[in-house]
T-cell receptor, first 119, second 112 residues
Framework: EAGVAQSPRYKIIEKRQSVAFWCNPI?????LYWYQQILGQGPKLLIQ????????DSQLPKDRFSAERLKGVDSTLKIQPAKLEDSAVYLC?????????????????FGPGTRLLVL | RKEVEQDPGPFNVPEGATVAFNCTYS??????FFWYRQDCRKEPKLLMSVYSSGNEDGRFTAQLNRASQYISLLIRDSKLSDSATYLCVVKGSGGGADGLTFGKGTHLIIQP
């Protein structure tokens, strides 16, 4: 089974520039997440989609960050304009239906991430 | 108070030793608990879920204490390949929004 795909893998931009990241979740996974992981920290949820609808974007800095999942499959995350503190790894994850069994726990599968450096 | 707190370490442990990590969480309504493993410059991967009754997977044992809002991970007979960052993870309190809340991670170094 193919995993979560992300591109680009690396991006270097100057502050105030714009940048976009792309994510293709595992086939059939309805739920998609974007996380930001700053060096030395755990990942922090930015936004959660269920199909093409937003479930939770409470931690997304909406003045500069935006995300969409128009057809309920691929997703893009955009930063405009970027700040120095946006330097981080941006991780995309997806979840499918919970597996069978007495203690079903759906697993979030993470993509390799996009490493962003803002200079 | 941070939502999920962990000792960042690093923990330097000789090969073959037993090591334990702890984690506390602040949201008493949290429903699900996990340990994820993250290798350097890689994405997090699920190590194991944590159940109220405690659960074991090979050399790894996880425990949950809901009353104390405390999660633990025990690694027995540690291997060099266990060197990684271990992330304590709590899943939301329901209502459809179920993004994961991660601790900062505990860095483990297994020494030969």
């Amino acid at each position: 089974e193919a995993g979560v795909a992300q591109s680009p893998r690396y991006k270097i931009i100057e502050k105030r520039q714009s940048v976009a990241f792309w994510c293709n979740p595992i086939s059939g996974h309805a739920t998609l997440y974007w996380y930001q992981q700053i060096l030395g920290q755990g990942p922090k949820l930015l936004i959660q989609f269920q199909n093409n609808g937003v479930v939770d974007d409470s931690q997304l800095p909406k003045d500069r960050f935006s995300a969409e999942r128009l057809k309920g499959v691929d997703s893009t995350l955009k930063i405009q304009p970027a700040k120095l503190e946006d330097s981080a790894v941006y991780l995309c994850a997806s979840t499918g239906p919970p597996p069978p069994g007495p203690n079903p726990r759906e697993t979030q599968y993470f993509g390799p991430g996009t490493r962003l450096l803002v200079l | 108070r941070k939502e999920v707190e962990q000792d960042p370490g690093p923990f330097n442990v000789p090969e073959g030793a037993t090591v334990a990590f702890n984690c506390t969480y602040s949201n008493s309504a949290s429903q699900s608990f996990f340990w994820y493993r993250q290798d350097c410059r890689k994405e997090p991967k699920l190590l194991m879920s944590v159940y109220s009754s405690g659960n074991e997977d090979g050399r790894f044992t996880a425990q949950l204490n809901r009353a104390s809002q405390y999660i633990s991970l025990l690694i027995r007979d540690s291997k060099l390949s266990d060197s990684a960052t271990y992330l304590c993870v709590v899943k939301g309190s329901g209502g459809g929004a179920d993004g994961l809340t991660f601790g900062k991670g505990t860095h483990l170094i297994i020494q030969p």
